[in-house]
């Protein structure tokens, strides 16, 4: 069985270290790609220290799946990529493929929880007890699941886009942002900041939430009208029941509740960050007395995935990131944990052979 060169996780206490894993011969609807950037997500650092009780990690782990690179082989039946195109891969990699969901081109909300993410989901091909991510020289997809990456894009840039984006870009046209409405982003992390990006790009009045008064500047250079610091009550006031929809992308647990009183009457707070403890349970009143509503949303499917990425393409569009090289991976987790990156660690895998 052919092998790939990868950085992985033996527990949830280890460092991330050099690895050999398995991957697949190309099949006929294959596409095999020499991975050149993998983007480091906060739901990577979450896996590898299994921080998930809902999903459990299956050791070793290979994170990453905000994964760009090269086409290096295709099989037989394969008619969308050839040799040498700029491809992508996201957070999927196989569905069920006949249920509603998957039939509409939403495979991320697989009926049949068919749905195989890019890491640590169980291996339908046998190549291993799950799947192996991006934090590796190459990989092995079906055609189904690739991502034509246009050409005007940064390659680096564009890696984000396969997670962080397409988290917001989903939520905000779902619920209807652009112009005449006003918009709200919660944080200003690798999440927070393309939902900034995208809520300004489609139109809308986009106010950004933030904890840190350092990150004013910053959150109105990426395109925010105004920029809230959410501990001043007297900032947080002035908005109340002004808005149409929050984006809420914070992955830590906290209070919901007042940005829940700054919705409109029928205004929706939609969560995108995934912690690893439950948020308190907001007050009922809060959602009766408005008719608001409070809904989730997670990532987006392969059709809409790559209509973002033709978006992105038109408005030049991409992440701010840090490149690093996967030697240091660790020290970007302990950095991402407390924040401190701006606003994407991206990670250059042709390290991997340093």
Same mark, same amino acid.
């Given at each position: 069985?052919?092998?790939?060169?990868?950085?992985?996780?033996?527990?949830?206490?280890?460092?991330?270290?050099?690895?050999?894993? #398995?991957?697949?011969?190309?099949?006929?609807?294959?596409?095999?790609?020499?991975? /050149?950037?993998?983007?480091?997500?906060?739901?990577?650092?979450?896996? &590898?220290?299994?921080?998930?009780?809902?999903?459990?990690?299956?050791? #070793?782990?290979?994170?990453?799946?905000? !994964?760009?690179?090269?086409?290096?082989?295709?099989? &037989?039946?394969?008619?969308k990529y050839k040799i040498g195109d700029r491809v992508a891969v996201g957070c999927m990699v196989d569905s069920c493929g006949a249920c509603a969901g998957c039939r509409e081109g939403l495979e991320q909300y697989?009926? &049949?929880?068919?749905?195989?993410?890019?890491?640590?989901?169980?291996? #339908?091909?046998?190549?291993? #007890?799950?799947?192996?991510?991006?934090?590796?020289? +190459?990989?092995?997809?079906?055609?189904?699941?690739? *991502?034509?990456?246009?050409?005007?894009?940064?390659?680096?840039?564009?890696?984000?886009?396969?997670?962080?984006?397409?988290?917001?870009?989903?939520?905000?046209?779902?619920?209807?942002?652009?112009?005449?409405?006003?918009?709200?982003?919660?944080?200003?992390?690798?999440?927070?900041?393309?939902?900034?990006?995208?809520?300004?790009?489609?139109?809308?009045?986009?106010?950004?939430?933030?904890?840190?008064?350092?990150?004013? &500047?910053? $959150?109105?250079? *990426?395109?925010?009208?105004?920029?809230?610091?959410?501990?001043?009550?007297? /900032?947080?006031?002035?908005?109340? +029941?002004?808005?149409?929809?929050?984006? %809420?992308?914070?992955?830590?647990?906290? %209070?919901?509740?007042?940005? *829940?009183?700054? *919705?409109?009457?029928?205004?929706?707070?939609?969560?995108? $960050?995934?912690?690893?403890?439950?948020?308190?349970?907001?007050?009922?009143?809060?959602?009766?007395?408005? +008719? +608001?509503?409070?809904?989730?949303?997670? !990532?987006?499917?392969?059709?809409?995935?790559?209509?973002?990425?033709?978006?992105?393409?038109?408005?030049?569009?991409?992440?701010?990131?840090?490149?690093?090289?996967?030697?240091?991976?660790?020290?970007?987790?302990?950095?991402m944990a407390k924040g401190d990156v701006k606003y994407r660690f991206v990670i250059d895998m042709k390290t991997l052979n340093s």
């Amino acid at each position: 069985m052919p092998t790939a060169k990868a950085f992985s996780a033996s527990n949830a206490t280890s460092p991330l270290a050099a690895a050999s894993i #398995p991957r697949r011969e190309v099949g006929p609807t294959d596409v095999a790609f020499e991975i /050149q950037y993998c983007g480091v997500c906060h739901s990577d650092l979450h896996t &590898a220290r299994n921080e998930w009780a809902a999903w459990p990690t299956v050791y #070793p782990c290979v994170p990453g799946h905000e !994964i760009v690179g090269k086409v290096t082989a295709v099989g &037989a039946k394969v008619s969308k990529y050839k040799i040498g195109d700029r491809v992508a891969v996201g957070c999927m990699v196989d569905s069920c493929g006949a249920c509603a969901g998957c039939r509409e081109g939403l495979e991320q909300y697989c009926d &049949a929880g068919k749905t195989v993410f890019t890491y640590n989901s169980a291996d #339908p091909h046998g190549t291993a #007890p799950v799947t192996y991510g991006g934090y590796s020289d +190459r990989i092995v997809v079906d055609e189904k699941f690739v *991502l034509r990456v246009p050409e005007n894009l940064d390659l680096a840039g564009v890696a984000p886009l396969l997670c962080a984006g397409i988290t917001l870009y989903s939520p905000l046209k779902h619920w209807g942002a652009g112009p005449g409405k006003k918009v709200g982003i919660v944080g200003l992390g690798g999440l927070g900041h393309m939902g900034v990006k995208f809520a300004h790009a489609f139109g809308a009045e986009t106010v950004l939430f933030t904890t840190s008064p350092s990150k004013v &500047a910053d $959150g109105k250079r *990426l395109g925010a009208d105004q920029v809230v610091v959410s501990k001043d009550a007297d /900032q947080m006031k002035q908005h109340e +029941r002004s808005f149409d929809l929050i984006v %809420n992308t914070v992955a830590v647990s906290h %209070n919901l509740d007042p940005f *829940l009183s700054l *919705l409109k009457r029928d205004g929706t707070l939609v969560l995108v $960050g995934a912690p690893e403890h439950p948020h308190p349970s907001p007050a009922v009143f809060q959602l009766l007395f408005a +008719r +608001r509503s409070l809904a989730g949303s997670g !990532i987006g499917g392969i059709p809409e995935t790559q209509e973002m990425l033709d978006y992105c393409s038109e408005k030049g569009i991409v992440s701010d990131i840090e490149l690093i090289p996967i030697q240091q991976i660790n020290e970007a987790y302990t950095r991402m944990a407390k924040g401190d990156v701006k606003y994407r660690f991206v990670i250059d895998m042709k390290t991997l052979n340093s």
